[in-house]
Structures are given as structure tokens and as C-alpha cells.
């Protein structure tokens, strides 16, 4: 049964925004895939659009851009996981979760894992996805991100449809001009 939450990301910034675009871009075209936006999930659950926009809008004013660290790229799987890379736990990411997750007004049961996926697709053959986590050419390292985006997401995410249909509710500029501001 299909139901929908909102998701929080985080969105990288430049340069690397525009090379894991053309990244997912390329991936969706060689394994035809479906397309979307760079990013990281920092929180889901069930909510409204109005309190999704709202929660969206509190982090971006309450926290400043965050710098998080690429540790290795990976694979599984799971079909919003086929390959990804794999960033360090952060305490200000920690942080951006649990704020997220203090203002929804229902539970959820999300855990925190800072990764940023690379394609979407069931590829059943996993020497092909072996052979991409050594041979793609990702920087590791630390990525900037910069935006805090809200997304309508309709789960479960098991092929294309769902993705196809993700709606943006609110895209915000990480700024930290709250005066509670945390980094």
C-alpha cells in the first residue's frame, strides 16, 4: 500500500552539485534509470505540506552550510541504494536530523545514515556494481551542502513511479540567520 511522507535533504553545492548530476545523469542513461537530484537525506516521516515547509524553512534558517566528509563509495541491494557514496557520521548532521525530527508532529521511525545515491535501479548483477564502486570516478573528501530541501515522497520507492512523482515543497538556502543559529 503506497502512502506518503516528506523528506528533508540536504543538496550539495559547487562543484560538486554539477558532477554528481552529470554522474546520476550518465548511470540513468547507461542502466535506463530514472534521474534526480543530488542529495542527502537527513529526515522522513509523515507530515503535512504545510509542516514540512515549515520544518524545511527552520533548518535552513537555523543552520549554516555543512561540510560532510565522502568516506568510499558502495553498494547494495536495496533499489535507492544500488550504488552510493557512503559519507561519515556528523554531529551538525546529527544535529539538522534531530531538529528536523523535534518539529514533525508524527512519529517516524527514519535513522539517520549520510549517503548520497547514484542511481536507483535493480541491477540483480552484483560484479556490475563491484566494477562501478572501484572504477567510477567520484571525489572523496569533503562536499559542501548548502540547501535544505523538502520533498514529497510517496513510498514505497521500489521502481521509477514514486521517484517520477516526487514534488518539491520547499527549497531553502542553508543561512544560520536564525538567532538560535547552530553549525
Not at 2 to 22: I, K
Not at 27 to 37: G, I, N, P
Not at 97 to 116: I, K, Q
Request: glycine fraction near 4%; proline fraction near 7%.
Amino acid at each position: 500500500m503506497a502512502y506518503t511522507e516528506f523528506t528533508l535533504w540536504l543538496t550539495p553545492g559547487e562543484p560538486h552539485r554539477t558532477l554528481l548530476r552529470s554522474t546520476i545523469s550518465q548511470l540513468a542513461a547507461r542502466f535506463d534509470a530514472v534521474e534526480f537530484e543530488p542529495h542527502v537525506t537527513v529526515f522522513c516521516g509523515p507530515s503535512t505540506d504545510a509542516e514540512a515547509r515549515a520544518v524545511a524553512r527552520r533548518v535552513a534558517r537555523q543552520f549554516s552550510p555543512i561540510e560532510l566528509t565522502a568516506a568510499w563509495l558502495d553498494q547494495t541491494e536495496q533499489y535507492t541504494k544500488t550504488l552510493f557514496v557512503q559519507f561519515q557520521e556528523s554531529s551538525g548532521l546529527q544535529r539538522i536530523s534531530e531538529t528536523a525530527a523535534a518539529h514533525y508532529s508524527r512519529p517516524s521511525d527514519y535513522v539517520l545514515n549520510p549517503h548520497l545515491s547514484l542511481i536507483y535501479k535493480k541491477l540483480h548483477d552484483e560484479d556490475i556494481q563491484r566494477k562501478l564502486c572501484k572504477t567510477l570516478d567520484v571525489p572523496m573528501g569533503s562536499y559542501r551542502f548548502d540547501r535544505a530541501r523538502m520533498i514529497e515522497t510517496e513510498l514505497p520507492i521500489e521502481d521509477p513511479g514514486p521517484v517520477r512523482r516526487w514534488r518539491v515543497v520547499c527549497d531553502e538556502p542553508l543561512d544560520g540567520s536564525y538567532p538560535g543559529r547552530m553549525t
